[in-house]
């Protein structure tokens, strides 16, 4: 998967304790649905001219929305990219044994969605776009709810839902890179994979200095920027690259560039990208809709696609994986409270939002029907999930 296969097999090591990890990642998810909530009502108040307005506002060539889009969340699919490498190398995906549940659990919960979108769109060439739009979860947003049930939760099924949410993102990474394309450059492909190479080259040669990585990685964010693919994968692409030792024989790992720059760049992501994204495409304007908008095929395709997709194929495939023994059930859990968990991964937000911006550019009918599906299904599965671990959790311990 990338050049630092020889590290696969040292001892797993973290930047900071799994318990702090998920604090901080549930801290983020509270944070951004109260800036979803905020954004909501801006776009519905007397406010909503100055807010549409800020966000079509041209800066340096792009508008702000676009810089939103574009630049601020190749940052957060940098540190997607060095939590999978990290979680492949030397966490929770290191082995597969390790990957097996989650890996299914994640499977079923992307082709199910996917499959009731399609289902409900069909005919509509255009529609059909957005047909992985509901075949994302939003980890922060996901574990910001487990944060309110408290110790109710196993911490194991915490770590199940960071895991699935990781493989969950490696294939939204697939999806975008595979379907998600405008016209290509191939000059700016070509440059863009020099500087891939050169990436390469210097994790080869063990060079550890971040500064020169992060170089290359902005040219090489220009270049995919201009080539046609969406930028947003150049962060992914360079933190392939990053190298998670140190060069040394160190005992402290923790010390490598990947696990410096994952957890230097956490907080910015969770406490101010993330929630700078969700502010600029959460708010929709409810003015002349009503009740019978939310059953059109986009939204309804959506809200379904979270709600029913992602607890039938997470719970179905989940659940046949344990009764074929191809997995076990996370220590201290129950069916019900795996249950709870794959209501959970219905909350789709932050990817399913980015995701709908890819699918119908430039079309703001389809883009406002996107946002009302994905904030109906991550809602009513966010509110589904709370209820049942509740009732599932009572007495439980971590």
């Known amino acids: 998967m990338t050049p630092d296969t020889a590290h696969s097999s040292s001892a797993p090591a973290r930047r900071s304790p799994l318990s702090a990890f998920l604090a901080s990642e549930a801290a983020g998810g509270v944070l951004l649905m109260v800036v979803a909530a905020l954004a909501l009502v801006i776009a519905n108040s007397p406010a909503a001219p100055a807010y549409f307005g800020a966000l079509s506002t041209y800066v340096g060539g792009l508008s702000v929305l676009h810089w939103v889009n574009d630049a601020l969340m190749a940052v957060f699919f940098l540190l997607v990219g060095l939590e999978i490498k990290r979680e492949f190398l030397e966490g929770q995906l290191s082995s597969w044994s390790r990957r097996a549940l989650p890996g299914i659990a994640a499977l079923g919960g992307m082709v199910v969605p996917a499959l009731i979108y399609l289902a409900l769109t069909r005919g509509d060439a255009v529609a059909m776009r957005g047909w992985a739009i509901p075949a994302a979860t939003d980890i922060a947003f996901a574990l910001g709810v487990l944060a309110l049930l408290g110790p109710r939760v196993p911490v194991s099924l915490k770590v199940f839902l960071t895991a699935l949410a990781i493989l969950d993102d490696l294939g939204a990474v697939a999806i975008i890179a595979l379907f ?47 080539s046609g693919i969406h930028a947003t994968l150049a962060g992914v692409a360079l933190a392939l690259t990053i190298p998670i030792g140190d060069g040394s024989d160190s005992d402290e790992p923790e010390h490598s560039p990947l696990h410096m720059l994952e957890h230097g760049l956490h907080p910015w992501v969770s406490y101010l990208i993330v929630p700078i994204f969700g502010f600029a495409n959460a708010g929709v304007s409810f003015t002349g809709m009503t009740p019978a908008s939310a ?33 076990a059930l996370p220590a201290k859990a129950n069916f019900v409270q795996l ?6 991964c219905g909350i789709g937000f932050t ?38 671990l509740k009732l599932a959790g009572r007495g439980t311990s971590t």
């Open 180 to 226: 998600y394309t405008s016209d290509l450059s191939l000059p700016m492909l070509g440059l863009a994979a020099l500087c891939i190479a050169g990436l390469i080259v210097l994790n080869r040669l063990n060079v550890t200095r971040l500064p020169v990585y992060l170089t290359i990685g902005a040219l090489l964010w220009f270049f995919v920027l201009k």
């Open 295 to 327: 059953l059109a095929p986009v939204p309804l395709g959506i809200a379904l696609g979270l709600f029913l997709g992602k607890q039938i194929g997470v719970f179905g495939f989940a659940w046949a994986a344990v009764k074929a023994g191809l997995g």
């Open 339 to 344: 249950y709870g968990v794959a209501l959970l």
């Open 351 to 388: 990817m399913s939002l980015f995701i709908g911006a890819l699918a119908f550019p430039g079309n703001p009918e389809l883009g406002d029907a996107t946002k009302i599906g994905v904030l109906l299904g991550s809602v009513i599965s966010a509110l589904a999930g709370a209820f049942v």
